[in-house]
């Protein structure tokens, strides 16, 4: 077969299966066709469906292949961390200024202590965590960074799925969840950090201020038409010149949202290209992420370091959460139900620790474990939530 017929024969295998399996199995529950497709990834992977038919996985998934399928994932997550970025609601975020910063606070900072921990515990136990270029710090950092992330996309969805993303409590659980967003970027930078190309990382930020700033200037002037097709042409500058300057272009692809303001277009034109973006094009990151895993460790030691972050990943958010309502006095309750909330993990970990690998700071096995624990925290959140809103006489608002 062509390279074209082997690449159609792979799209048509991760847009067949997994909407299969969602369908047939009814997991949406559980595991929303996101998450469904994020497995599909794994056990297309070289450790499942490569272990039981390595001459046709070899064949199918040949280097060209691969290079193809990563060019259609790079530019899909970088339109979705874009989204991400420009989703972000700031404004909201500090009329509420006190409430948000704390729970933000204590939302970030525990799990990412106990998650450091946990990291720490993992590189006592056996080699092969870390990466071939990550320093100690950095393999520690990133990996607790990783237990405390909240995928800002998959809230969204769920809370929308849950039929609270209007109401007062989904709001607010949004703007939480938006601070910690622009910290998890922010400890990615310093984690990258190259102290060879630190002139560059410099020249960026000193620079980006600026660009922005005409960026802005030129998009208030521009029809809604124009904005979409001039914040493509943003994205793809601020992606080059970030991994240019060594921060990684997700990095870029993250500032180059921020800056840009979502009134500018259509909500349901926003959330249309995001749900678009979903469909037609992510499925590819999430194959050629499952490409990405190994289980050369031993199953049995991947699995058991997805256990152990698993763990540290939920028991760090909920007693970050459970703090912060202590301090805030949240009625009884209400705690619980939101850190189960924030600690949806799925899209934003994924991206975060594909880029901790591309940067070689951690090995192929914890990446693996880290995908391992982001599904299973999102698969938790439905389970664990539903009942609570059900207890505290939450009516929810449709839209």
């Not at 909407?19 to 949406?28: F, Q």
């Amino acid at each position: 077969m062509t390279t074209t017929e082997l690449f159609l024969v792979a799209m048509l295998i991760v847009f067949s299966a997994p909407y299969l399996l969602w369908r047939v199995a009814r997991t949406d529950y559980y595991a929303p066709l996101v998450v469904v497709q994020i497995i599909g990834g794994v056990l297309l992977g070289p450790g499942i469906l490569g272990a039981l038919f390595p001459a046709w996985h070899a064949s199918v998934f040949n280097p060209e292949v691969i290079t193809a399928l990563n060019g259609i994932a790079w530019w899909a997550v970088m339109l979705f961390v874009f989204v991400a970025g420009v989703e972000l609601d700031l404004g909201a975020a500090w009329q509420h200024r006190r409430e948000t910063l704390v729970t933000a606070s204590c939302a970030l900072f525990v799990p990412l202590a106990i998650g450091c921990g946990a990291a720490l515990l993992l590189l006592g136990w056996r080699d092969g965590w870390a990466g071939a270029e990550g320093a100690r710090w950095q393999v520690v950092l990133g990996i607790g960074m990783a237990c405390a992330v909240t995928a800002l996309p998959i809230l969204v969805l769920l809370l929308e799925k849950m039929a609270v993303l209007r109401h007062p409590l989904g709001q607010r659980i949004l703007r939480y969840a938006s601070l910690d967003d622009i910290a998890i970027w922010g400890v990615l930078a310093l984690i990258l950090l190259d102290w060879e190309r630190v002139g560059r990382q410099a020249g960026f930020l000193l620079l980006f201020p600026v660009a922005a700033t005409l960026v802005r200037m030129v998009m208030r002037r521009l029809a809604e038409p124009d904005r979409w097709y001039a914040s493509l042409i943003w994205l793809a500058a601020c992606g080059l010149a970030a991994d240019w300057a060594g921060l990684h272009y997700m990095v870029g692809a993250f500032l180059a949202g921020a800056i840009i303001d979502a009134r500018w277009f259509d909500q349901a034109r926003m959330d249309q290209f995001r749900a678009t973006l979903l469909l037609a094009v992510m499925p590819v990151f999430f194959l050629s992420t499952g490409l990405r895993t190994d289980w050369s460790m031993g199953g049995v030691a991947v699995l058991g370091g997805a256990l152990v972050l698993l763990a540290a990943s939920v028991a760090g958010k909920l007693a970050g959460v459970q703090l912060a309502g202590r301090i805030l006095k949240w009625p009884r309750g209400e705690a619980g139900l939101i850190g189960w909330l924030l600690q949806t993990k799925a899209l934003i970990m994924i991206i975060f620790a594909n880029i901790l690998l591309d940067r070689a700071i951690i090995s192929a096995e914890t990446f693996t474990a880290l995908l391992l624990m982001a599904v299973l925290s999102t698969m938790l959140t439905t389970p664990m939530v539903a009942p609570r809103l059900r207890r505290m006489g939450i009516r929810p608002t449709a839209g």
